[in-house]
């Protein structure tokens, strides 16, 4: 890793900037041997995963239990770990190589409060595990209208459902009306999220021309937190079979 990211990490993070700067590493190098990201390199992985999963810090940190649903390559679950160390995180994929991959992760790193689970959140909803999470967050796993169905079961009342989320957040929540009154949930709270570019080109080390790239893209995206807080229990009927929640009647 190049010094212009090791500092980036330190910009970021500095309490816990050597594990961050273990999983980035390493979170590229699995990549390069198994598709568990489309963001490998180096770069994409400290701006795209990293700098993008410390924005959910505030609503994790004082949590007993949280799930990251569609976890894929372990973010923003295996950052949000490593900066709350008294905090359960079970990180969650239907797809076990994504999994293995990411509890090989956690263990390496020292992060004894992660568990890995194979699981389908359809399923894991209406288990053992519905209403077991004070948080649940997901990233890029679906639509809002799928996302809310899949996650709000699995959190326990007064609990937050928290989605990131691009420009087309308005369009989505919209869509998602019906199924969010359904499952009992009224609108969320939305937060702008932004990075600033000047504080990484300041730095000593200077980037290379793909990690001035990475950075500017990432800093020019639109980017949204939705923090939903659930008032009631979710109606014993959701999660429906993904079948049916993917035909969005």
Not at 40 to 58: G, I, M, R, T, W
Not at 161 to 177: I, T
Not at 199 to 220: K, N, V, W
């Amino acid at each position: 890793m190049t010094d212009f990211l090791r500092a980036s990490i330190e910009v970021l993070c500095p309490e816990r900037a050597e594990v961050l700067t273990a999983l980035a590493l390493r979170t590229a190098e699995t990549a390069t041997r198994m598709n568990i990201t489309a963001r490998k390199s180096e770069a994409e992985v400290v701006f795209y995963h990293v700098a993008d999963s410390l924005s959910l810090l505030p609503d994790v940190r004082g949590a007993r239990r949280v799930c990251d649903v569609g976890t894929g390559g372990g973010f923003p679950g295996l950052v949000l770990a490593a900066l709350c160390p008294e905090t359960e995180f079970v990180l969650m994929d239907a797809t076990q190589k994504k999994v293995r991959a990411v509890a090989e992760t956690a263990a390496a790193l020292g992060l004894n409060n992660v568990t890995g689970l194979c699981a389908r959140a359809e399923e894991a909803g209406q288990d053992k595990w519905r209403e077991k999470f004070d948080v649940v967050v997901s990233r890029a796993l679906a639509a809002l209208p799928m996302l809310s169905e899949l996650c709000l079961p699995l959190l326990r009342v007064g609990g937050r459902f928290v989605s990131m989320k691009g420009p087309r957040y308005a369009e989505e929540l919209a869509d998602a009306k019906a199924i969010l009154q359904k499952l009992g949930q009224s609108a969320p709270l939305v937060r702008t999220e932004t990075l600033d570019k000047n504080a990484f080109l300041t730095l000593s080390a200077e980037p290379t021309e793909e990690e001035l790239c990475a950075l500017t893209s990432f800093c020019e995206m639109e980017r949204y937190t939705l923090v939903f807080e659930k008032k009631r229990p979710t109606p014993r009927t959701y999660p429906r079979p993904f079948a049916q929640i993917r035909r969005g009647n």
